[in-house]
Structures are given as structure tokens and as C-alpha cells.
T-cell receptor, first 112, second 116 residues
């Protein structure tokens, strides 16, 4: 069955450093991959989308890479700030289907 | 504010009961998605509707059902509730059926269901 894996352990980093989160998937050929941010008790908020034919996408301090051979995406937050502390969710979508499936998320803590 | 409205925000009920969760998508969005998020669990896709028709189904239990009305709002009905149904239920909307140039989902703030 389709599976998305994200680091279940929380990631703790110091303010100003780069946070790198990993998303791996199996049994899936996504047309695109998305990253969302979720704060406790709130709905997820869309951050970035990268398509299967793209290798890298940037938006301000965020960078996403997508390797369809390795079936992996890396999500980077540069110059991290305490306000970046949240859970980050990876999601996959396909053009053939209509559902977007999510990983369990990785909790990020940025210490001042 | 995503523009997606979910009601009620909180709901406490007993096992065996039935509840209805409501979702109003962003203005103009034709697709509505329902997700379940249990404690420390990821978002589990339940079902998707597009312009009133069911488009995709995930791990939705037979005790659960949903529909999307002509005004595009959607309802998720949960019946014969069990303790394990306690979770956050999120609704999301998007402009198209899934082939949007962005594919971005806009989430509501969720309905927290507690089954005692």
C-alpha cells in the first residue's frame, strides 16, 4: 500500500541554523509533492509544491528538493527562527487520482 | 484565515450516538476533502467530493458517510460512534478536482470530536 514516512522524532535545532526534514514514500508515483505547516490544534497551512519533473523549488527561506528515483523529498528552512517551530507535513498527490495523502509529520523545535 | 469554515469546533458525545460535522469551502472552490487526525497521528484521508459528486474514497468506515450539497457545503456524518472515533476532523477545499496548477488544499480549523 502507499506509504509516506517522515521522521517521527522531533527535530531540535538552534536559531539561525538550517533545519532539514525528510519525506520518503513507497508504492506511489506522485505527480507532485507538497509541504504543509501545522500548529497545535490548527489546520495545516500550505507552504510549497514541487512537481515530479522539478528537482528543486525555493520560496523565501524555504527550499524543497524532490528525487523521484530515491522517492524522497527534503525540506529545508534556512536561518531558522523560534516562530518556525511547528509540525511539518509532507503530502503527495497524483493527476490520475484525486486524493492527497499525508505523512504523519515531523515536529520541529527551534531554540532561541 | 483560510476561508474554510467548519462547525462545530468542539463536540462531546457518547458511544453509539450519531453526529454531523459541517464544512463550508472557500468561495468558488468546488472540491471538498475530509480528513481524520487522531492524537499523534497523521492526517488520514477519508473522502473527496467535487461539485456534488464523490471523487475519491480513502479509509472511511462504513459507519461514516458524507455528501456535498448544491451550494457546495459538505457534511460528514458519523454514526454508531466508538471511543476510537475521537479525533480532529478536518475539511479542506481546493478550486478544482485535483488537477489544479497548484493542488493546494485550504484547511479549516477542524472539529474536535470527543466520544465518551
Amino acid at each position: 500500500s502507499q506509504k509516506i514516512e517522515q521522521n517521527s522524532e522531533a527535530l531540535n535545532i538552534q536559531e539561525g541554523k538550517t533545519a532539514t526534514l525528510t519525506c520518503n514514500y513507497t508504492n506511489y508515483s506522485p505527480a507532485y509533492l507538497q509541504w504543509y505547516r501545522q500548529d497545535p490544534g490548527r489546520g495545516p497551512v500550505f507552504l510549497l509544491l514541487i512537481r515530479e519533473n522539478e528537482k528543486e523549488k525555493r520560496k523565501e527561506r524555504l527550499k524543497v528538493t524532490f528525487d523521484t528515483t530515491l522517492k524522497q523529498s527534503l525540506f529545508h528552512i534556512t536561518a531558522s527562527q523560534p516562530a518556525d517551530s511547528a509540525t511539518y507535513l509532507c503530502a503527495l498527490g497524483s493527476t490520475g487520482g484525486f486524493k492527497t495523502i499525508f505523512g504523519a509529520g515531523t515536529r520541529l523545535f527551534v531554540k532561541a | 484565515d483560510s476561508g474554510v469554515t467548519q462547525t462545530p469546533k468542539h463536540l462531546i458525545t457518547a458511544t453509539g450516538q450519531r453526529v454531523t460535522l459541517r464544512c463550508s469551502p472557500r468561495s468558488g472552490d468546488l472540491s471538498v476533502y475530509w480528513y481524520q487526525q487522531s492524537l499523534d497521528q497523521g492526517l488520514q484521508f477519508l473522502i473527496q467530493y467535487y461539485n456534488g459528486e464523490e471523487r475519491a474514497k480513502g479509509n472511511i468506515l462504513e459507519r461514516f458517510s458524507a455528501q456535498q450539497f448544491p451550494d457546495l457545503h459538505s457534511e460528514l456524518n458519523l454514526s454508531s460512534l466508538e471511543l476510537g472515533d475521537s479525533a480532529l476532523y478536518f475539511c479542506a477545499s481546493s478550486p478544482t478536482s485535483g488537477r489544479a496548477s497548484n493542488g493546494e488544499l485550504f484547511f479549516g480549523e477542524g472539529s474536535r470530536l470527543t466520544v465518551l
